[in-house]
């Protein structure tokens, strides 16, 4: 985007501030949900800066202006910050402040400074937060009663408004009536007899519904209340067909206007009320007001993380799919590379044109990465027009993406080598290797965290000095967000328990600025393994079907052991796909799958 454009946002914002007396404005990544992806019309912070990555925060005072983000995007948020006047913020690297810190030097010189942030896209723990942070920084004031976007987003769009979608049973595997029953049985484990869900998976989930609010994500912008004796949905009306509304009314759903959240918060007769700090929306937290609440992480992510025996034969079904189109595609890049003209952007669009021809598909599950060369070091790298390069017969093609299919979400990674490769990117290729097949063989017991098993991944690379910064592993939902949780594999202490039943990426990397990037990912499913006078332990089984690449395998960098997982891993997807394919197509994967 042209700075100019960003820098006379910024003043707009500027003058507004002044007229309010704010010295300064945050803008996080969130949306009145709280979601990780948001529709278009909460993407105020990627208004403002022009930054467009999924997570970051901006923050404006009125001389200058930063964005804090992770290691995911600090490539491409230092392309698209260049010009606009806002300093790039490292999370987690050393030296790097915090908001609150950057904001109380340059805010010391002003006494009463007051700082605003929009509390309706802020989560309870976001808010309260600041607050103790900025009064700790000068005795800040935080203000969070101001949308300055209303105001200086002059084409800003609007809240989606397509039609809700209702999930049915043979791929949800659980009537909505049965979930609701279960979380309130959680909720009397709590203590509450009411609760408020803000997060739209979770309200999709419960009433399986799903919409196209959010990109890539099959989710409806809306609200649900839980109480004793009835449930409401608040969405807007004009997103509910005959069928939606006839099945609300089947399952005893009330429904209300999405703005009259709000109010019915107010005329809320129980006595008390649980909302999740993390997800539920400061404004509407501070509507409810002084009556009881219980403040605690809502019951519903660990039971949607938790697959029913439906939701993973749709899984399998789905892999099938997607391993097919896979195949295809994989089959056809090498020689179309040859040849010539295929892109970045080309292939993206090849690969998400054998997806649709599968059936069941919907849509891809997140924006693919497509990223040739040194692009691949770019994390969350995303080929536009003017970024796209031609594929090479030579190097590594780091190729993330996914598909929505009505019976499972799908999440794969792989690196290919178009051709020759150099030793570097052999040896890196193989590090992630090893350490994507250490985690896929572990066995741990039940209820352990992702935390402890996440340096299984990441010791071989260690032992020589090199790392990535971002998780190794994510849930991922059932025809939902590809990003779920609780649970995941990651360095930072994540205390969610592993439990049978929950899917989850092993997506190790290693990225080389400037030069070039690896991953391999596959979708797990956490299995039963034994039960022992030491308890029960627990595996993961790879969901996703589809070869890894094998030319560029330094291969005496490889244990039997692990020599023996990938040939068996082959063996089992040549045994699955096979039967679908033919032709060509079967016989390249004979030879992708043949044992080391």
């Not at 929009?118 to 004031?141: A, H, K, N, W």
């Not at 391993?323 to 690969?351: C, Q």
């Not at 040739?372 to 031609?390: F, K, L, M, N, Q």
């Not at 023996?564 to 394919?581: G, I, R, T």
Request: include cysteine; charge should be negative; aromatic fraction near 8%.
């Amino acid at each position: 985007m042209d700075c100019n454009i960003i820098r006379n946002r910024v003043e707009k914002l500027r003058e507004l501030m002044r007229s309010e007396g704010i010295d300064a404005f945050i803008f996080p990544s969130t949306d009145p949900h709280n979601g990780e992806y948001v529709p278009d019309h909460w993407k105020g912070r990627e208004f403002i800066s022009g930054f467009n990555g999924s997570a970051g925060t901006a923050v404006v005072t009125l001389a200058e202006a930063a964005l804090w983000t992770d290691s995911r995007y600090f490539i491409a948020a230092t392309e698209q910050l260049e010009g606009t006047g806002f300093e790039l913020m490292k999370l987690k690297i050393e030296g790097t402040p915090t908001i609150a810190e950057w904001l109380g030097r340059k805010l010391a010189a002003k006494s009463g400074a007051v700082v605003g942030i929009d509390g309706m896209v802020s989560s309870v723990d976001m808010v309260e937060g600041l607050i103790g942070e900025l009064r700790q920084q000068g005795g800040i004031t935080l203000r969070t009663n101001l949308d300055p976007l209303e105001a200086i987003w002059t084409d800003r769009p609007a809240v989606p408004q397509d039609k809700v979608e209702v999930h049915q049973l043979k791929y949800a595997g659980e009537t909505a009536e049965s979930k609701l029953e279960r979380i309130k049985q959680e909720l009397r484990q709590q203590h509450a007899v009411g609760m408020l869900v803000s997060a739209l998976d979770d309200i999709a989930w419960t009433l399986n519904l799903r919409g196209s609010d959010v990109h890539c994500n099959p989710v409806a912008v809306s609200y649900l209340l839980i109480e004793e004796d009835k449930t409401t949905l608040f969405v807007n009306s004009q997103k509910l067909d005959e069928e939606a509304k006839a099945y609300l009314a089947s399952i005893g759903v009330a429904t209300d206007e999405y703005s009259n959240v709000a109010k019915a918060l107010k005329a809320y007769k129980g006595y008390n009320i649980q909302m999740d700090p993390a997800q539920t929306s400061y404004t509407l937290y501070q509507v409810y007001g002084n009556r009881p609440k219980v403040m605690s992480k809502s019951p519903i992510p660990a039971m949607k993380a938790v697959k029913n025996a439906t939701e993973i034969e749709g899984y399998r079904s789905a892999m099938l799919k997607d391993g097919v189109a896979m195949v295809k595609f994989l089959r056809w890049l090498k020689p179309a590379v040859e040849h010539g003209g295929v892109t970045e952007m080309s292939a993206d669009e090849k690969l998400t044109a054998l997806r649709a021809q599968q059936p069941l598909f919907r849509d891809i599950s997140f924006d693919t990465i497509a990223g040739y060369g040194e692009h691949g070091a770019i994390v969350h790298y995303e080929a536009t027009p003017d970024t796209d390069i031609e594929l090479k017969p030579e190097g590594l093609l780091l190729l993330d993406s996914g598909a929505q299919y009505l019976d499972g979400t799908t999440d794969i990674t792989r690196t290919i080598a178009l051709g020759p490769v150099s030793d570097e990117q052999r040896h890196v290729y193989t590090l992630v290797l090893k350490g994507h097949i250490d985690l896929s063989m572990c066995k741990f017991p039940a209820n352990a965290s992702g935390t402890q098993l996440d340096i299984l991944a990441r010791q071989a690379m260690w032992r020589e000095g090199m790392n990535y910064l971002h998780g190794t592993g994510h849930g991922v939902g059932s025809y939902l967000n590809v990003h779920e949780g609780p649970h995941q594999f990651r360095m930072e202490y994540m205390p969610a328990p592993l439990k049978a039943g929950m899917t989850v990426t092993n997506e190790p990397g290693l990225y080389l600025a400037g030069k070039f990037g690896v991953r391999t990912e596959n979708t797990m499913l956490i299995t039963e393994y034994m039960t022992t006078e030491f308890g029960r332990f627990l595996q993961l089984e790879p969901l996703t079907l589809c070869p890894i690449d094998k030319t560029p395998i330094d291969v005496d960098m490889l244990t039997d052991e692990e020599i023996a997982w990938l040939n068996d891993y082959h063996e089992a997807v040549y045994n699955k796909l096979s039967p679908l394919l033919d032709g060509d197509d079967l016989e390249w994967l004979k030879d992708a799958c043949s044992a080391l």
